[in-house]
């Protein structure tokens, strides 16, 4: 069973697919979740898949190089500094607006 | 035989210092001074007959009698294409010298008298702006070296003229008939530029073949050479029998006719006289209507190969001639008066052209004499009752009389130009009045002879009609009697003009001014006998109806009746018009047209609007102002274009 189980190696297949499943959960996140936060958080789940993504192709086409590693970690660094900013943005609407719910936002519409 | 003198090289400065007095003075001096605008306009024309007079003299004193045309100066202007351009410069010849000489001695004068006719008028820059724009137009006109050029001075002066009748733009009456005269001789232009069009379209494909050294197809000198007239006069132009060159010329002659106002279209020439007198006697009277008869002059030889052209310029001519000088009988209004009297007399020119051949060219000489006293003695006229008006407020004859004794000056020079115009002799317009009946009857055209000798009386009649109702008998009103004579600036141009109208009769204009061989000079003695007796009797007769006293007037009129009435209501001409035009060619043709363009065409135009602002709306709700749904739109647009890039390349492998 065990020895079974352990020649069940994940492909690059299976990894893809499940870096579009994080994918499309995080874009289902961000069009629909009302609650800023939680719009942040389904962007920081889209950004992780496509940093899983740079790992995934570097250990498939080149394993012998880590810049898709690199590439992953600057990915996680300014997805930090990112949701900083985001986190800032939302404390400045909140002050102005007493909520932060995205469908209340609509100053575009003017 | 060479015209190298230093003025044949700076001819075109004749016509150049008005457009630069124009500028000058439209743009600089008026704002600054009205005084000074009106001397700096008139001292510019002064400055211009000068040059006018040195030209004249230099071009006629060379020693050979054959006056070749001559082209000092010229530039390129307009070029299509190899063979295709058109220059604009300055052409001295015989005839353009002598209108050069006429238009710039008229309108010097008239400058004169402007500074005291328009004394207390408050448009008195803008005037003396507009007088020197008309005297550079139509100096240009005058020295235009081929078609396309005349035809840019031609809408000059027609513009300056629409400008100056309507120049008290507060009168109603003044803008409508500015409108009309404009109206009028725009639609003449139509067919002067059809011509010029269908001219020039030959010209071009033949010119190749068929030029001798001219510049381009549009030449006056290329347009009248036989080479080119025998080739389009055997052309079928598919209208009526017209050959092509009789139809361009025909087409020509309905620009010379609007302008120069021959019957049916010198309905705007009365009206034009709402315009101030001075306009009146420089382009209603001596230069811009004389504008037709000089096209015609210098297409001459074109208009003789086309025989039947030529013809039908001597039948309208004589037609206007005897029309306007039987409706002239029976206006009230001086200037109306003298406007018919002008049509009248541009008739005689015009048929003096019209009797000329090529083989006996005296009409051709007898019509520029014509122009050439004509000009002054109408003038003189025209500048006579702008001083009448002047003193007695009123344009009609009635409210006049006895302004012989109030206005001694006045009097004296318009009965000088009035005996001129009669032509009796020795004023001016003895001598070409003679020319032209002998030039009639000497081409055989009998009738046309009876019409001008018939309109030599009638033209004595409405003249004398004028001077011994207005000058004459007991003063009819309050203003009558207490005339008083015109100022100074007013009187010179009056005595200048009235010498000129009675001594311009003896210049020996055929010598000058002739095509082909030179005419002999002189008097037809049986002719001016005739002609003479025909002016006693029409001055005795308007003294046996109007001197004193009007009963035997007005019971001639009865006897005439209906024809009287007729007359006087000029035989309704506008009123024709106005029935053609507003309820044929308005109900029939323009209001459908206008329905169309109000309805189909503004239609789709506000259809399109429409349907583009409907979608807007409907669009609008898309926009919500939320990220979300951007967002999901974005999503959704990349989606299917990643779906469409899948079906077009499909998977690999």
Redesign the interface.
Known sequence: MIEFLSSLTPGPHHWLVLSSILFSIGLYGVLSRSNAVGVLMSVEIMLNSAAMNFVIFNKYISPGAVDGQIMAIFAIAVAAAEAVVGMAIFVAIYRRCWSIDVSTMDLMKD | MEHSGLIMKFAWLIPAIPLMSFILVGLVLRPLSKRIAGLAATAAIFICAALAYLLAWQYFSCAAHEYAAVVPVTFEWLRYQAGLSVQMGVLVDPISVLLMVVVTTVSALVHLYSIGYMHEDEGYGRFFTYLNLFTFSMLGLVAAVNIVQMYVFWELVGVSSFLLIGFYYKKHSAVSASNKAFIVTRFADLGFLTGILILGYYGFKFFADTSAGQTGPFDFAYLNSAAFTTKIASMPSGIFDFSILTLSMVLVFMGAAGKSAMFPLHIWLPDAMEGPTPVSALIHAATMVVAGVYLVARLFPAFAASGSALMMVAYVGAFTSLFAAIIGITQDDIKRVLAFSTLSQIGYMMLALGVATPAHPLGYTASMFHLFTHAFFKALLFLAAGAVIHAVSTNNIWEMGGLRKKMPITHITFLIAALAIAGIYPFAGFFSKDEILASALGNGHTLIFAVTLTVAALTAVYMFRIYFVAFTGEPRTHHALHAHEAPKIMLIPLIVLAILSAIAGFVPMGSFVHIGTAPHGGINHAIAIAASAAAVLGIAAAWFFYAGQTARAASAAKAFGIIYLAAKQKFYIDEIYIFITKSILFRFVASPIAWFDRHIVDGGVNLSGFLTRMTGQRLRYT??????TY??WF?GGLLLVMLIIWAAIGVKS
Do not use: E, H, L
């Open positions: 926009q919500t102002g939320q990220v979300q967002g999901f999503a």
